[in-house]
């Protein structure tokens, strides 16, 4: 049936055989498999392109079940020809192949010629196969091991950033932290900051604002692989001025990952360079960037004592239970829970009860509402802490 699908008049039926020979080849005997493979490499060199990338996106799982004879002497020239197509579109799906080639042959003599054919995908002509070798770069990081200098796979990291497509830079930014974290740890932060953040930085104020939401996702994951000092010297400018940018998406994307950082560099610089930021946020106009800030505070609370809380954001935590949009609202009544664990029970019937009983004479129904949720979360957080009370007091 494969055989015959293979050799079909119409480019469909030779398509659908593509993901069988896989699945057929281990189950095969001697002279199956020599027809199996000489069918497939038919397929690869067939002269309708849609056959052509069915094969190429199928490399990879035929590459796992050839024997690794055939594979050098036959499958290695099919890649090669694949990854050299003249359809930037087959070209793209031989991204896949050659990362399972590089491991397959690690320990290989022919490795050699998988990686030249790798890296020229890497800096193919075509954006599509950049952007494709962008999206597998940490795959391709791990699969080279250590068969590959730190120097040549961050040279061709940071060119997929430094790539004039926004496309290519916005997958590639994304991809920062999955790819720092996998560098060699002795040198992680010297490269890190010499040869990766002399390129990120640019893109933080990147014309292309999806490279900006992008990198403002996953850059403060960089915060735990520096430490305390590098990250206030080199990251810390950057969390900054991406915390203003114009784009609310970016905004809300550093607010949401602002625990990475806040673990790192402790209180005294929390205080000083972030606060100020977060702050002038939680009056943002847009009220997903104001949600998310709402969302961070339990979190900041724990990182802040208690009478600095009191003074810088307490008042801020009370003035979102009359914010005009509900989920504002609802997500201010749900964090009262949390800071009454804090703080403790005596704290929360000393500032919080009297400002949402205050709630309950507003003229504004929806601020009376927010009034009835908020005292059925803390009776019920109050009921807790007396029990637990009174179950230390019976042990003693």
Request: neutral net charge.
């Amino acid at each position: 049936m494969i055989l015959r699908l293979a050799q079909g008049d119409w480019f469909t039926s030779r398509t659908s055989s593509c993901g069988l020979f896989s699945v057929a080849y281990p189950r095969a005997n001697p002279a199956q498999k020599t027809e199996l493979r000489n069918s497939y490499r038919a397929l690869c060199r067939d002269d309708t392109p849609m056959v052509r990338r069915a094969a190429a996106s199928k490399l990879g799982e035929v590459a796992k079940v050839w024997e690794k004879d055939y594979l050098k002497s036959e499958l290695l020239q099919i890649f090669e020809d694949l990854s050299r197509d003249d359809q930037d579109s087959v070209r793209l799906l031989s991204v896949d192949p050659g990362i399972q080639m590089v491991t397959l042959l690690r320990d290989e003599p022919e490795l050699t010629t998988v990686k030249q054919a790798l890296k020229d995908l890497i800096e193919d002509k075509s954006w599509r196969v950049r952007y494709m070798a962008a999206e597998k770069i940490v795959q391709i990081q791990e699969a080279y091991a250590n068969k590959i200098s730190t120097e040549e796979i961050v040279t061709l990291y940071t060119n997929l950033l430094k790539d004039a497509e926004g496309e290519v830079r916005d997958v590639a930014s994304m991809k920062l932290q999955g790819f720092c974290s996998g560098l060699p740890t002795e040198n992680r932060a010297k490269v890190i900051i010499e040869q990766i953040l002399p390129v990120v930085k640019p893109l933080a104020s990147d014309a292309n604002q999806h490279v900006k939401v992008s990198l403002a996702s996953v850059v403060m994951g960089l915060a735990p692989l520096l430490g305390e000092k590098e990250t206030v010297e080199h990251l810390l400018p950057i969390f900054l001025s991406m915390l203003r940018d114009d784009t609310p998406e970016v905004r809300l994307n550093i607010i949401s990952s602002l625990d990475k950082v806040s673990k790192v560099i402790g209180q005294n610089e929390l205080t000083n360079s972030l606060l100020p930021a977060i702050i002038e946020l939680a009056e943002d106009g847009k009220w997903r960037v104001r949600l998310a800030i709402v969302e961070y505070m339990p979190l900041l609370a724990e990182q802040l004592n208690q009478q600095f809380f009191e003074d810088k954001l307490l008042k801020l935590c009370m003035t979102w239970l009359t914010d005009h949009v509900f989920a504002i609202r609802e997500a201010a009544t749900n964090i009262l829970k949390q800071l009454s664990d804090k703080f403790g029970a005596e704290w929360t019937v000393q500032h919080i009860i009297p400002k949402v009983t205050e709630l309950s004479k507003d003229a504004n129904y929806l601020h009376r509402m927010t009034c009835l949720f908020s005292q059925k979360i803390l009776f019920q957080m109050l009921n807790l802490m007396l029990q637990k009370l009174s179950k230390k007091l019976e042990k003693h």
